[in-house]
Structure formats: C-alpha cells, structure tokens
C-alpha cells in the first residue's frame, strides 16, 4: 500500500494530462448510462462536484490510487486504461520511476 507521502508524490506526476482522463471517464460513463451522480455515489463523495470536475480536466493532480481503482470499476474499465489515459504508460520501462523522482523534486 502506498503511504500519505508517497501517495501524493504519485498524484503530482509531471505531464498529467486532466482533459485526456476526463475524456475516456465521460465516455466510459455515459457509455454505461451513469449519472455523474451515480459516479459520486459509487465513489462515496457527497457531491458530483469532484466527478464534474475531473470529466471536464479541471484536476491539477492525478487521484489516488484507490480512488482511481474505484473509479475504474464504476466505469467498467482498467485502472490502467485510466493512468495511460493521463499521460503516464505503466509499461514502459522507468516511465513510473523517473515521474515519481520528478514531483519529489518539486
């Protein structure tokens, strides 16, 4: 499990790409028929505020990871296909590294 510090070094990963991430969670979500507040209630938020927020790339920072695992089930996709969507390529090799070392620096 990540811890607090790490966990917000991994959300600042340099070259996020918000409108990207929001582009494939709306799709996926209207695709499904979801409301955006049947998105917040999956997630246990209290308003759709966050959900809009994200779908219309208004985030500065990547959500957490159990976040994004939860988001990714709400919307019938791989958490993967949610980190790739935001700019980062879980594949490639040192990718994860070096955008961790990045924002650790800042």
């Keep these: 499990m990540v811890g607090s510090g790490a966990g917000r070094r991994w959300r ?19 695709g499904r028929g979801l409301t955006l507040r049947d998105v917040a209630d999956g997630l ?7 959900v809009f927020h994200l779908e219309v790339g ?14 990714a089930r709400i ?8 980190l790739m969507a935001a700019g980062y390529d879980p594949g490639r090799s040192g990718d994860w590294k070096d955008r961790r070392k990045a924002a650790a620096r800042r």
């Design 58 to 71: 208004r985030r500065q920072r990547l959500p957490g990871p159990a976040r994004l695992e939860a988001l």
């Design 12 to 30: 600042d990963l340099e070259g996020f790409d918000a409108r990207r991430l929001g582009r494939l969670a709306r799709g996926a979500r209207i």
């Design 75 to 82: 919307l019938g996709l791989q958490q993967r296909d949610l």
């Design 44 to 50: 246990g938020l209290r308003t759709v505020s966050a």
